[in-house]
């Protein structure tokens, strides 16, 4: 069963299963998760660090990242969440390519890996409502073991990027704008230098292959 607007709101309000949460961020069956300090973009030496004073992170076409979330999660060991990146940026081509979904007792910052699979670059602000999660209540809190830090990538009370986080997603990736950009260079390339060396070979054929003209020795 999934919990509309006020039950989520009483869920916070008692069990803190959201924190720094803001008011204006509910919706009648979810919660809009902002956009954390923390972004590491695939090719970059490490994760970087926003704040309201540098808050924009742009991902280039075909380009993979790793997002965080401004808020911290809770979640109670009789329900679980279902997380999903917002419908505006979908549109715009970006896809959540990690899990859908927040175990129960889950405690920390929720990562999202995402790729750019649309043709522009996508821009995203710190705070900024980036993600949604929904909230389901479990028929019991008979739920077994919690998932041991083997089996998940979210370690209990993960605050940030870790080194296996971005070890994960490889090393510098090929992108559409970085293609088109080797592509510009070696047209320059050919542009410039093919004149030049057309012009060298008609002189070398000039020099060494005489023409059929030319009047050969006389006797």
Known sequence: MFLAHDEIKKLVEEKGVILKSKPEQFHQSSYDLGLGKEVYIVGKDAPETLSRHSPYISIPPGQFAILTCYEDIQMPDDHMGFIS????????????????????????????????????????????PTFTIFFA???????????????????????????????????????????????????????????????????????????????????
């Open 85 to 128: 990146l917002r419908t505006s940026f979908k549109f715009q081509g970006l896809v959540n390519i990690s899990g859908f979904h927040v175990d129960p007792t889950h405690r920390g910052t929720l990562l999202f890996a995402v790729q750019n699979v649309g043709p522009s670059d996508i821009r995203l602000k710190f705070e900024e």
């Open 137 to 219: 209540k479990l028929t019991s809190n008979k739920i077994g073991k919690p998932r041991s830090e083997q089996d998940t990538r979210f370690k209990p009370w993960l605050s940030g990027i870790r080194l296996q986080d971005v070890q994960l997603l490889g090393g510098s990736s090929i992108t559409i704008a970085r293609l088109q950009k080797e592509i510009d260079q070696l047209k320059f390339i050919v542009f410039i230098y093919t004149p030049i060396v057309v012009a060298i070979l008609g002189a070398l054929i000039k020099l060494f292959w005489p023409s059929p003209l030319t009047p050969g020795p006389t006797h």
